[in-house]
């Protein structure tokens, strides 16, 4: 029985706000004590903005007293609602570090389009979460800050690069928190933090008006603990601003509705074979994806194997791509001694990267794009594993004296979600499926049974279906009443 403010859905949270049932101001002490309490084990925060957050709250009070009409307290959905934003993406008046210790602290003077977004529909700053450095990587241990760690088992990191945004709302300190996916950055701490976690289309969410879409590969969106504030949060971000270079329509109603909607018979690829590299797929990530297949099948849709999009040496052209992502990172030459090894190897192979194989690399990830639609033409949704693995250890992906071998763990730790960047398409993680792992080496039980996702795939613009679907799955294989120990 939901008894807690802490419980509460982000949207239960602005309906119990608008009907008086409680109050911004008593919402924000209680996700600031949470905050406080339980944000530094996990990792979760690289600040607190309780000043801007009481700000925040004395407008949404002010909000909440008005004789509002329906259509503008739809322009306010999440009034009252703790929304904390990724510490790569600038907040007016807060510092941005990065998650980098060769960058000096800045304080930012304007806010990121999503936070304008995200302020304009009553949400509360509660802080900056913790991401690694520039958001490279997929786990969350920056060297400005602790690691980001699961609340579901300390020992186990949170995910990368939106690690502290998976902490922070699996912990329930929020209810939805900003995040951003250029890899699986989205994805992988959902599956790590027993999330749901999608990552829009290419042009579904603007990085401006200040950022740049680049290679296309990173994307805004949100974590949450259930698929219709994924859904709410994607109405909020999914807005243009001038100059936008890529465009999509927008929903036929909203994103939010989509849930309430009949997927209709849908076509089910399943994919169980890693894309990226050869790895090894552990038999509880197979158990999830199969049990799903099996739920999907019982619902009434058709599920088959599907063969994976393209062969795995294509995708060196993403790792071009990536290496000269993390050179652009504005660092000044005196500083790279402080960058993190991983880091500097990137940067390195960056270098290499000359003006004839970047152009060559891009124009491989599209024909890569083709090559995937070519493939799938005949499926409507791929369902895989999230991660090849259940949620790794802290300190276990990371090896700062081999940064190659860091990125390969890397790699077999994710060997699905960077395709959904390749190619534009949308993601969602849902937490479907939990285990008691068997007791070898680290994994031994610990009396709470871990989060593993499975994911979903669709075509370019099809968050509706995804949406409809997640909302399907989710009512009948519901995952509310799970909590992790420090609940």
Same mark, same amino acid.
């Given at each position: 029985?939901?008894?807690?403010?802490?419980?509460?859905?982000?949207?239960? *949270?602005? !309906?119990?706000?608008?009907?008086?049932?409680?109050?911004?101001?008593?919402?924000?002490?209680?996700?600031?004590?949470?905050?406080?309490? *339980?944000?530094?084990?996990?990792?979760?925060?690289?600040?607190? &903005?309780?000043?801007? =957050?009481?700000?925040?709250?004395? #407008?949404?009070?002010?909000?909440?007293?008005?004789?509002?009409?329906?259509?503008?307290?739809? +322009?306010?959905?999440?009034?009252?609602?703790?929304?904390?934003?990724?510490?790569?993406?600038?907040?007016?008046?807060?510092?941005?570090?990065?998650?980098? =210790?060769?960058?000096?602290?800045?304080?930012?003077?304007?806010?990121?389009?999503?936070?304008? *977004?995200?302020?304009?529909?009553?949400?509360?700053?509660?802080?900056?979460?913790?991401?690694?450095?520039?958001?490279?990587?997929?786990?969350?241990?920056?060297?400005?800050?602790?690691?980001?760690?699961?609340?579901?088992?300390?020992?186990?990191?949170?995910?990368?690069?939106?690690?502290? =945004?998976?902490? !922070?709302?699996?912990?329930?300190? @929020?209810?939805?928190?900003?995040?951003?996916?250029?890899?699986?950055?989205?994805?992988?701490?959902?599956?790590?933090?027993?999330?749901?976690?999608?990552?829009?289309?290419?042009?579904?969410?603007?990085?401006?008006?200040?950022?740049?879409?680049?290679?296309?590969?990173?994307?805004?969106?949100?974590?949450?603990?259930?698929?219709?504030?994924?859904? @709410?949060?994607?109405?909020?971000?999914?807005?243009?601003?001038?100059?936008?270079?890529?465009?999509?329509?927008?929903?036929?109603?909203?994103?939010?509705? @989509?849930?309430?909607?009949?997927?209709?018979?849908?076509?089910?690829?399943?994919?169980?074979?890693?894309?990226? &590299?050869?790895?090894?797929?552990?038999?509880?990530?197979?158990?999830?994806?199969?049990?799903?297949?099996?739920?999907?099948?019982?619902?009434?849709?058709?599920?088959?194997?599907?063969?994976?999009?393209?062969?795995?040496?294509?995708?060196?052209?993403?790792?071009?791509?990536?290496?000269?992502?993390?050179?652009?990172?504005?660092?000044?030459? +005196?500083?790279?001694?402080?960058?993190?090894?991983?880091?500097?190897?990137?940067?390195?192979?960056?270098?290499?990267?000359?003006?004839?194989?970047?152009?060559? @690399?891009?124009?491989?990830?599209?024909?890569?794009?083709?090559?995937?639609?070519?493939?799938?033409? +005949?499926?409507?949704?791929?369902?895989?594993?999230?991660?090849?693995?259940?949620?790794?250890?802290?300190?276990?992906?990371?090896?700062?004296?081999?940064?190659?071998?860091?990125?390969?763990?890397?790699?077999?730790?994710?060997?699905?979600?960077?395709?959904?960047?390749?190619?534009?398409?949308?993601?969602?993680?849902?937490?479907?499926?939990?285990?008691?792992?068997? #007791?070898?080496?680290?994994? +031994?039980?610990?009396?709470?049974?871990?989060?593993?996702?499975?994911?979903?795939?669709?075509?370019?613009?099809?968050?509706?279906?995804?949406?409809?679907?997640?909302?399907?799955?989710?009512? =009948?294989?519901?995952?509310?009443?799970?909590?992790?120990?420090?609940?």
């Amino acid at each position: 029985m939901v008894t807690e403010i802490h419980e509460l859905t982000a949207l239960e *949270l602005a !309906a119990a706000v608008r009907a008086g049932e409680t109050s911004p101001h008593e919402v924000l002490s209680h996700a600031l004590n949470r905050a406080e309490r *339980l944000g530094p084990d996990l990792g979760a925060f690289i600040t607190l &903005t309780p000043e801007l =957050a009481r700000h925040h709250a004395d #407008a949404a009070a002010g909000a909440a007293a008005e004789r509002l009409t329906a259509a503008e307290h739809r +322009e306010r959905p999440l009034l009252g609602v703790p929304c904390p934003v990724k510490d790569l993406s600038m907040v007016a008046g807060v510092p941005t570090r990065a998650g980098s =210790a060769a960058v000096e602290e800045v304080v930012a003077e304007v806010d990121d389009g999503v936070v304008t *977004l995200l302020r304009a529909a009553g949400t509360m700053m509660l802080g900056k979460t913790n991401t690694p450095e520039f958001g490279l990587p997929a786990y969350t241990e920056p060297a400005i800050a602790p690691p980001a760690r699961s609340p579901w088992d300390p020992r186990r990191s949170a995910g990368g690069s939106s690690g502290g =945004a998976a902490a !922070a709302v699996a912990a329930g300190i @929020a209810p939805i928190a900003h995040a951003s996916d250029g890899g699986g950055s989205i994805r992988i701490p959902a599956a790590a933090c027993g999330l749901v976690g999608l990552k829009p289309s290419r042009g579904r969410v603007s990085p401006g008006p200040y950022g740049v879409d680049g290679a296309g590969f990173a994307v805004h969106g949100v974590l949450t603990r259930d698929v219709r504030d994924t859904a @709410a949060g994607l109405d909020v971000l999914a807005q243009p601003w001038p100059g936008d270079t890529y465009t999509l329509p927008g929903p036929r109603t909203s994103f939010l509705d @989509a849930c309430d909607r009949d997927p209709g018979r849908l076509r089910i690829g399943v994919l169980i074979q890693p894309v990226i &590299t050869d790895t090894e797929v552990d038999p509880e990530c197979l158990t999830a994806v199969r049990e799903t297949a099996t739920l999907l099948q019982e619902l009434g849709h058709d599920v088959e194997p599907a063969p994976v999009p393209f062969p795995a040496k294509r995708w060196s052209s993403f790792e071009a791509l990536w290496a000269v992502l993390a050179l652009s990172a504005p660092v000044a030459p +005196e500083a790279e001694d402080r960058l993190t090894p991983l880091t500097r190897w990137l940067r390195d192979a960056g270098r290499s990267v000359s003006g004839l194989k970047y152009a060559q @690399a891009f124009n491989t990830v599209q024909l890569i794009t083709r090559e995937a639609a070519a493939t799938w033409a +005949e499926y409507d949704v791929i369902l895989s594993p999230t991660l090849a693995r259940p949620p790794a250890f802290v300190g276990e992906l990371r090896d700062d004296d081999d940064p190659a071998a860091d990125f390969s763990a890397q790699m077999a730790y994710t060997p699905w979600t960077s395709v959904w960047n390749i190619t534009g398409w949308p993601a969602v993680s849902l937490p479907l499926h939990w285990t008691e792992l068997p #007791a070898t080496g680290r994994d +031994e039980p610990h009396g709470t049974p871990l989060p593993i996702g499975v994911m979903l795939g669709g075509r370019l613009g099809a968050e509706e279906g995804l949406l409809s679907l997640s909302a399907q799955l989710e009512e =009948a294989r519901p995952w509310r009443h799970r909590r992790p120990p420090i609940w």
